[in-house]
């Protein structure tokens, strides 16, 4: 099978700009799940999508938002860039919701806001 | 979410030693405890997970243990090798993976 992929690998925006980051999960997965990893913050979570629906939430401002479509693939948008939203956004797909679903990741979209 | 911690920051051992890498938690409701490896600019990569039914598993060079009691889980991996040299990260999951801060590896021939 496929592996997780993620969409644009490399982005480069400018303050106050808005970002559209895309994730296609492992055939068969209906779950995806966003994190943003820093040096400083290590890998936090943002949210999670099951069945088009969010199921939970992390601890990040209205500015990050993401959706999911009927085939399971995954957006998150990133609105009012911040110099602080340089990251790498990893998705990672499950099978299923659940706390024992195993979650694997996608290589990540390295964003640099200038 | 719930912290993990995870000890030590860095890690050097040389080729054939062991490294053991440490973590607690406070979610006493975590049944579900995942390893990953991330080398120097990939994804984070499973490598072995463990589920609070048990406390111990292995996989060839690999195991991890499981301590609910107490509410720690180790990584040990035996007779390093130099391609083992990567950052692990610890994870229990709760609503979500809450990870720990990871683990730089260096084994050195």
């Known amino acids: 099978k496929a592996g997780v992929t993620q969409t644009p690998r490399y982005l480069i925006k400018t303050r106050g700009q808005q970002v559209t980051l895309s994730c296609s999960p492992i055939s068969g997965h209906r779950s995806v799940s966003w994190y943003q990893q820093t040096p400083g913050q290590g890998l936090q979570f943002l949210f999670e999508y099951f069945s088009e629906t969010q199921r939970n939430k992390g601890n990040f401002p209205g500015r990050f938002s993401g959706r999911q479509f009927s085939n399971s693939r995954s957006e998150m948008n990133v609105s009012t860039l911040e110099l602080g939203d340089s990251a790498l956004y990893l998705c990672a797909s499950s099978k299923g919701t659940g706390k024992e679903e195993t979650q694997y990741f996608g290589p990540g979209t390295r964003l640099l806001v200038l | ?109």
């Open chain 2, 1 to 109: 979410g719930e912290n993990v911690e995870q000890h030590p920051s860095t890690l050097s051992v040389q080729e054939g030693d062991s490294a053991v890498i440490k973590c607690t938690y406070s979610d006493s409701a975590s049944n579900y405890f995942p390893w990953y490896k991330q080398e120097l600019g990939k994804r984070p990569q499973l490598i072995i997970d463990i589920r609070s039914n048990v406390g111990e598993k292995k996989d060839q060079r690999i195991a991890v243990t499981l301590n609910k009691t107490a509410k720690h889980f180790s990584l040990h991996i035996t007779e390093t090798q130099p391609e083992d040299s990567a950052v692990y990260f610890c994870a229990e999951s709760g609503y979500a993976l809450n990870f720990g801060k990871g683990t730089s590896l260096l084994v050195t021939p």
